[in-house]
């Protein structure tokens, strides 16, 4: 334990205490003054601030993490040795999430959904209504008639990506970030987008629908078809993943002191930002469907 | 030099970023022209946010793959 | 680009594909076609009911307009039977009323050559008493050739007799 750490771990506990007196004292008059409440408040935010300092300031000195902004990352995720197969740790939190959904699927399937009520609709029922009708209905106003067949592939993309977002809140790589993943995603937009264009046109069909103003464009068409999932999967790759290196960056740069502030930064990176980015690849995905079948 | 690779790369953050500003900022009109119609304006707000940033997020796996050794 | 080996790679994607579709299978079989099923039963009762009401509506609208129908119907033979009875009655009260006349006149008539009759019966019977008068009178006189105060007499005599 060096000396720096002993005159924080003091100056914290002393800054504690003393707001915590104050905060009483404050407390025990008559508030009326409004210099007063001020005060009351102030001491408030004392407290909240040299409580969160000291406990980093314990976590610092008992855990010897480092702080800096050096973080270690891979681009390609950790290889783990999962029944004498060497597999990606990512792969490991899909099959992770694969299980967990059949498992709460099982669960809604067998013990919640005979309990619905068929004329009156009421909390948990209300909400996967609402859920599959919203799917439904936002895949049928991009694509029509395709629509509803899409729309559970659909629905189960979007519960993979919400549970991968939150994997990364249980300390895991979340799935989103490998390059794999986000190409498997790709590949299968690319060949619903093939499937759905051909069963709609015809391969010749198809084909001439890409040779429209002239055919000299008809590589370019092609390529920018293929373009398509490696885009899909490069725009979901990176948004993730800078979402994960701001969030190891945010905690290394912190240190021991990364016991409250990460989680006012999480609600944004961890929640908000998954949540747009699988609307986005969804619309995209639809978009490109739409754009094939029209 | 890889470093210095991967900032340059990231330069083209400039472009998307004001790319974004202009779509949200023709948003914002449409949506004060026709309060009415935000719900479609947001959608499309979205999607074109969504395009204008692929081109950044490209330059940052270029750069992510040019700095992570 | 340390870590990357294409067979890895290569196996990861493929994992992952089977992976997204098995999660895929797994959501729609036990999550997404149950709940899809108990909306569209419910849209299927809502319909039927929708349709039922609709029906009623129907059948309701029908019988108003059948029940319109007769009402106007009723009223028109209604009016007919009014305007019937009405020339029905003013066509009797003319014939009574003509028949009534033909009576009156036939009685008038009748009354008239009664009367005429009568008179003409009166004035044989009366000249017939005044002839037996004047009979009985003459013979009163010729009984007794007497004065002429007697004959006076005689005649008042006779007409006291006669009115006593």
């Given at each position: 334990m060096s000396t720096v750490s002993i005159i924080e771990l003091i100056v914290s506990a002393v800054l504690s205490a003393v707001g915590i007196i104050g905060f009483f004292a404050t407390k025990k008059?008559?508030?009326?003054?409004k210099k007063q409440k001020k005060k009351h408040r102030l001491f408030l935010v004392l407290i909240i601030i040299a409580v969160w300092f000291l406990i980093g300031t314990v976590i610092q000195i008992f855990s010897k993490i480092k702080m800096g902004l050096s973080v270690e990352f891979q681009l390609f995720s950790n290889r783990v040795t999962f029944f004498g197969f060497s597999v990606a740790e990512t792969t490991l939190v899909g099959w992770g999430i694969v299980l967990i959904a059949l498992l709460l699927s099982l669960i809604f399937r067998l013990f919640v959904f005979p309990k619905f009520d068929p004329d009156h609709p009421k909390g948990f029922q209300n909400v996967m209504e609402l859920a599959v009708e919203a799917t439904q209905n936002f895949t049928g106003g991009i694509l029509g008639d395709y629509g509803k067949q899409v729309a559970p592939y659909m629905f189960s993309l979007a519960v993979f990506m919400i549970f991968s977002a939150f994997s990364e809140l249980l300390g895991f790589r979340p799935p989103t970030s490998d390059l794999t993943v986000t190409f498997a995603m790709g590949l299968i937009t690319f060949f619903l987008i093939n499937y759905y264009g051909i069963r709609k046109k015809g391969v010749d069909g198809r084909l001439k629908g890409m040779m429209?103003?002239?055919?000299?464009v008809l590589p370019m068409k092609i390529l920018s078809d293929i373009a398509t999932p490696v885009s899909l999967a490069c725009r979901l790759f990176g948004n993730m993943l800078g979402g994960v290196i701001v969030m190891h960056l945010l905690k290394s740069a912190l240190?021991?002191?990364?016991?409250?502030i990460p989680a006012v930064a999480g609600l944004y990176f961890n929640l908000f930002h998954p949540i747009i980015q699988t609307y986005i690849f969804i619309i995209l995905s639809l978009t490109f469907i739409s754009e094939a079948v029209e | 030099m890889n470093a210095i690779g991967a900032g340059l790369a990231m330069l083209t953050a400039f472009g998307a970023g004001i790319g974004m500003c202009f779509a949200t900022a023709k948003a914002v009109e449409a949506v004060a022209r026709q309060p009415e119609a935000s719900g479609k304006i947001n959608t499309l707000l979205l999607l074109g946010c969504a395009l204008a940033e692929s081109t950044a997020i490209y330059a940052f796996v270029v750069a992510l793959i040019l700095a992570v050794k | 680009m340390e870590g990357f080996v294409l067979s890895q790679a290569a196996t990861d994607l493929i994992i992952n594909i089977l992976n997204i579709i098995l999660l895929f299978l797994i959501v729609r079989a036990l999550v997404y076609k149950p709940v899809r099923k108990f909306l569209d039963q419910r849209a299927a009762r809502v319909e039927s009911i929708k349709s039922e009401a609709e029906k009623a509506l129907q059948k309701a609208k029908d019988q108003e307009e059948k029940y319109q129908k007769l009402s106007e119907e009723n009223t028109e033979r209604c009016n007919q039977l009014l305007r019937e009875a009405d020339k029905t009655a003013s066509k009797k009260a003319e014939e009574i009323i003509a028949e009534a006349k033909k009576q009156g006149d036939d009685y008038l008539k009748e009354q008239r050559e009664k009367i005429a009759h009568e008179h003409e019966d009166m004035l044989t019977s009366m000249q017939d008493e005044i002839v037996d008068m004047a009979v009985g009178i003459s013979e009163q006189i010729l009984k007794r050739e007497v004065s002429e105060s007697d004959n006076e007499k005689i005649v008042r005599e006779y007409f006291a007799a006669k009115n006593g």
């Open positions: 008059d008559e508030i009326t003054d429209v103003p002239t055919p000299i240190g021991g002191y990364a016991v409250g | - | -």
